[in-house]
């Protein structure tokens, strides 16, 4: 089974709305972290956001914002008043236990914002 | 911020040849990773190496050969490798503080072609 779900391809969005990624997970360690990468196409991996699962606020970092809902399992990432530098490919991507250094990433989103 | 680089940034070899990646972290981490993106696939975790100590090794064939010197480079030494590793290798640092690790910064990148 797939630990991390990314089940948007692709995005199309006009510029200056708001667009949310969704990013599914599969765990059963209670202790985990989600991040979000964006990836340009020159290639490098750029963070941006991270949730621990015994955060109890959602993270926000700037324009981007994290929709965490354990229950659900769902980890979407927000990002506000979109701009065209944010085209990109997005990944979400999961790290099973605190001390775990393996990260798991899905499929990635690829996002295109249009003027 | 270029805490991470990667050299060369893109690399064609043939099959019997014998070449390496670079990578290096200014970051002050003491963690460092290698992983794989072909294309279509999710990124892929190659190596671990943690004080110079390499921590997992993710079932990746012989051809591909790390060596990790010191805290802050790391390499990859490949020989005889086949078309279908042809793919972009990712560099990435964290700081991993025992009980948890930190997020994992990434470098840009070597796109790797092999005829």
């Known amino acids: 089974a797939q630990k991390i779900t990314q089940t948007q391809p692709g995005m199309f969005v006009q510029e200056k709305e708001a667009v949310t990624l969704d990013c599914t997970y599969d765990t059963s360690d209670p202790s985990y972290g989600l991040f979000w990468y964006k990836q340009p196409s020159s290639g490098e991996m750029i963070f941006l956001i991270y949730q621990g699962s015994y955060d109890q606020q959602n993270a926000t970092e700037g324009r981007y914002s994290l929709n965490f809902q354990k229950a659900r399992k769902s980890a979407n990432l927000v990002i506000s008043a979109s701009q065209l530098g944010d085209s990109a490919m997005y990944f979400c991507a999961m790290r099973e236990g605190a001390g775990a250094q393996k990260l798991v990433f899905g499929q990635g989103t690829r996002l295109t914002i249009n003027p | 911020e270029t805490g991470v680089t990667q050299t060369p940034r893109h690399l064609v070899m043939g099959m019997t040849n014998k070449k390496s990646l670079k990578c290096e972290q200014h970051l002050g981490h003491n963690a460092m990773y290698w992983y794989k993106q072909s294309a279509k696939k999710p990124l892929e975790l190659m190596f671990v190496y943690n004080f110079k100590e390499q921590t997992e090794n993710n079932s990746v064939p012989s051809r591909f050969s790390p060596e990790c010197p010191n805290s802050s480079h790391l390499f990859l030494h490949l020989h005889t490798l086949q078309p279908e590793d042809s793919a972009l290798y990712l560099c990435?640092?964290?700081?991993?503080?025992?009980?948890?690790?930190?997020?994992?910064?990434f470098g840009p990148g070597t796109r790797l072609t092999v005829l």
């Open positions: 990435a640092s964290s700081q991993d503080r025992g009980p948890y690790t930190d997020t994992q910064y």
